[in-house]
């Protein structure tokens, strides 16, 4: 059959290879940018971006150095849009001493004196959208934030000056900020298009995340990996000094510590030790150190400005806890922020990993539609998808799952003092019940897997309530609450909440890397786009950790202010646990157990403190996603 004139013009149109604009290297074709341009070939070159802080106080403004490569085509007439990589990582990482976590009278410091080593070794490869996205038309940009790798300044943990310094990067791209090259030749970016996304994992995703709450012009896009949304909530939790799981001792001024890789550190003495004295690991109080620190407090910025969001993270992360994504994709909601949400079922892992080539595709559809304007379908997307199980997505309207509404468990003491007590499914009130207390002691030296292991018999350390077996699954979905009316006589502080699954079943244990590996993007000798496979681990264990939340006591009137605690006083307590999406299968248990210390996370104080807890004015709250019942209503089948 021979093709009329007209389709046959319309079929070429539509396969043609097409400029995304007139004067962009951008090519388009089935609403996706093309590989037209060689990686091996593009220009690189390191320039120096005057930024408008003097954080390391030498008089001087400070300049931070940036890696760029783009396709050697781009020129001021073929212009390039801008995936924009900022981190303190580019630098490496050197040793600094971590904090005592056992504490004899009161949280303390580790000394400190500033490093003398060498200029690093700053390796920018440790970016991989360039292998990726440089073929396609884009210029990627890796940039050292302050006091890392090639970059003047001193390292704050993402406060106001690391912000504003990478905010200048930004600038530069789209013309309003200065830089120089190695030689002191004014650099202009006249090849950029001034559209820039900023990227990342980590501690990246964060530093993108608070430049764009800077509301500056040119940003269109953030894509954030297990981003840390409010550090408070990373290195404390409701008034406790709590660690990322896998780091005890580690804090605010730690993680300036080893990234402080500048040259001349120094430079940067007066700069850490004022990070120690305002994060204030004594009380644990929420502190001006901690809000500047909070980027949920200025979402309404990225609304105004136009600038979307592109969210990432693990549901088992327990250095990026589930509660960093839960509190910006809140806060991203109430604003009405154009956003999107993946959740995987991995740790602290790279999406790349999780999903690769899914993954690829899908971040390629959101740059190309928010730099180069393709409609490549993002629109269209659901506002979640969800990995249920390894390898298993489900898309969603929303996130808690639609349905899920808090149901209340209460706990009531066991006749028999060998086992667990109970946990029972309970309305909103509990009128005319008989006082019950239980108590335990606190054994910082024991391991919180030792204490929750054995629900079949009672121990002097822990309090255990279980469910009786499920009739159905119930799946949980969003962020459970304790309510504890407790009494403390002792020296620590805490009180520690454990949500577990009772059953035996095969379970994730892992996230791992295979001896197999795959091909994401081009290669150069220093430079590979190539990477291990990494694939769930699975083994048949009797239970699992759902989620677990902390309180310090003496913040029991909010997470501000510290009050002593009045030793054999009780106090009405209410703290969330991380948030969380877990299916409780049919059979097993539900549990929670009562801890005061939690080994790598809290610190640890002198063992022995006496915690008595009212069991008829305690309960669990949990999000579950309720069964839809029909309604009455719908029609029967026309006959």
């Not at 001087?60 to 849009?81: I, N």
């Not at 295979?514 to 694939?535: E, H, K, M, V």
């Not at 605690?565 to 009780?570: H, V």
């Amino acid at each position: 059959m021979r093709l009329l004139p007209s389709l046959a013009l319309l079929i070429s149109l539509t396969a043609a290879v097409v400029p995304a604009r007139a004067d962009t290297l951008a090519v388009v074709r089935d609403g996706r940018t093309q590989p037209q341009y060689s990686y091996a070939d593009a220009i690189r070159e390191v320039v120096h971006v005057e930024t408008s802080v003097d954080s390391d106080g030498d008089g001087r403004r400070d300049r931070v150095a940036v890696f760029v490569t783009r396709p050697r085509q781009s020129d001021g007439a073929h212009k390039v849009a801008v995936i924009l990589e900022a981190s303190p990582y580019f630098g490496g990482l050197i040793e600094a001493p971590h904090h005592p976590t056992e504490i004899v009278d009161q949280p303390r410091l580790s000394p400190w004196t500033p490093p003398t080593h060498a200029k690093p070794v700053v390796d920018y490869a440790r970016s991989n959208y360039d292998n990726y996205f440089v073929a396609r038309g884009y210029a990627v940009v890796a940039a050292s934030s302050l006091g890392t790798g090639d970059s003047e300044g001193c390292p704050s943990l993402t406060g106001p000056d690391e912000i504003e310094a990478m905010k200048a990067v930004v600038d530069w791209l789209t013309g309003r900020a200065r830089a120089t090259y190695g030689d002191g030749r004014a650099a202009r970016a006249e090849w950029s298009t001034g559209a820039v996304a900023m990227v990342g994992n980590a501690y990246n995703a964060t530093l993108a995340l608070g430049v764009a709450q800077t509301g500056v012009g040119g940003l269109k896009t953030v894509v954030a990996n297990v981003v840390t949304s409010n550090w408070y909530d990373y290195y404390r939790a409701n008034g406790g000094v709590v660690e990322p799981d896998g780091f005890p001792g580690e804090d605010a001024d730690l993680h300036a510590k080893v990234v402080l890789t500048r040259a001349r550190p120094s430079q940067c003495a007066a700069a850490i030790a004022s990070i120690e004295q305002r994060m204030d690991r004594v009380s644990g109080d929420y502190n001006g150190f901690w809000a500047q620190r909070d980027f949920t407090r200025h979402i309404d910025r990225l609304r105004r400005h136009g600038i979307s969001v592109f969210q990432i993270a693990g549901l088992s992360d327990w250095n990026a806890r589930t509660s960093q994504f839960a509190q910006l994709w809140d806060a991203l909601g109430r604003h009405r922020v154009d956003r999107r949400l993946w959740l995987y079922q991995a740790g602290h892992a790279d999406i790349l990993n999780v999903r690769r080539q899914a993954w690829l595709d899908a971040v390629q559809a959101w740059l190309d539609h928010a730099l180069y304007g393709v409609d490549s379908g993002t629109q269209a997307w659901p506002q979640v998808q969800l990995e249920t199980a390894p390898g298993q997505w489900q898309p969603y309207p929303q996130w808690p799952r639609p349905g899920a509404r808090a149901a209340t468990w209460q706990l009531h003491a066991q006749a028999d003092a060998d086992s667990a007590h109970a946990l029972r499914r309970a309305p909103d009130h509990r009128s005319g019940a008989q006082a019950e207390e239980r108590a335990f002691v606190d054994a910082p030296s024991r391991k919180t897997a030792e204490l929750i292991a054995h629900p079949d018999r009672d121990d002097p350390n822990r309090l255990m309530f279980l469910s009786e077996p499920l009739a159905d699954d119930a799946q949980l979905s969003g962020t459970a609450q304790v309510s504890v009316q407790a009494a403390l006589d002792g020296p620590s502080p805490y009180l520690t909440a454990l949500l577990v699954d009772y059953g035996e079943d095969t379970r994730v244990t892992g996230f791992a890397a295979t001896a197999q590996t795959w091909c994401f993007g081009d290669s150069l000798p220093n430079n590979s786009g190539c990477r291990p496979i990494y694939a769930y681990t699975t083994a048949p264990t009797p239970y699992q950790v759902v989620t677990r939340g902390w309180i310090d006591v003496r913040n029991r009137h909010g997470r501000e202010r510290s009050e002593a605690i009045r030793a054999g006083e009780s106090y009405a307590l209410r703290w969330a646990l991380q948030p969380g999406d877990y299916r409780f299968k049919a059979g097993h248990r539900i549990g929670l157990v009562l801890l005061s210390s939690d080994p790598g996370y809290t610190l640890r104080y002198r063992p022995g403190t006496r915690v008595s807890v009212r069991l008829d004015a305690s309960s669990l709250s949990l999000p579950l996603v309720e069964p839809e019942v029909p309604s009455r209503s719908t029609p029967t089948a026309a006959r």
